[in-house]
Nanobody
Framework: QVQLVESGGGLVQPGGSLRLSCAAS????????MGWYRQALGKERELVAT???????NYADSVKGRFTISRDDAKNTVYLQMNSLKPEDTAIYYC???????????????WGQGTQVTVSS
């Protein structure tokens, strides 16, 4: 079993900051890319940011310069620092990890349960 547990969501005013965390646990051999996605009400899920095992990262244009993704491989944890938040950042944020559970097996995607981020005055 593999679990991804997110934390850090909540209500924040425009211009404020939040830090999301996602810890992967269970039977894990190796984690490749990790990332954050979000889904706003009535919209499709979209990529926010991803980070590879090499620590190279990429971001959606809408969050560049405001959000920073990072990871701590010793803790199997990925973070998303969100600054200068806007109402349009309101969504459920989902953590993703591409990992394998045994050596020489394919990597598969696992998802967290999601954490709500609401940006409102």
């Amino acid at each position: 079993q593999v679990q991804l547990v997110e934390s850090g969501g909540g209500l924040v005013q425009p211009g404020g900051s939040l830090r999301l965390s996602c810890a992967a646990s269970g039977s894990i051999f190796s984690i490749g890319a990790m990332g954050w996605y979000r889904q706003a009400l009535g919209k499709e899920r979209e990529l926010v940011a991803t980070i590879r095992s090499s620590s190279s990262s990429n971001y959606a244009d809408s969050v560049k310069g405001r959000f920073t993704i990072s990871r701590d491989d010793a803790k199997n944890t990925v973070y998303l620092q969100m600054n200068s938040l806007k109402p349009e950042d309101t969504a459920i944020y989902y953590c993703n990890a591409n990992l394998n559970r045994r050596p020489f097996t394919v990597y598969e995607d696992y998802w967290g349960q999601g954490t709500q981020v609401t940006v409102s005055s």
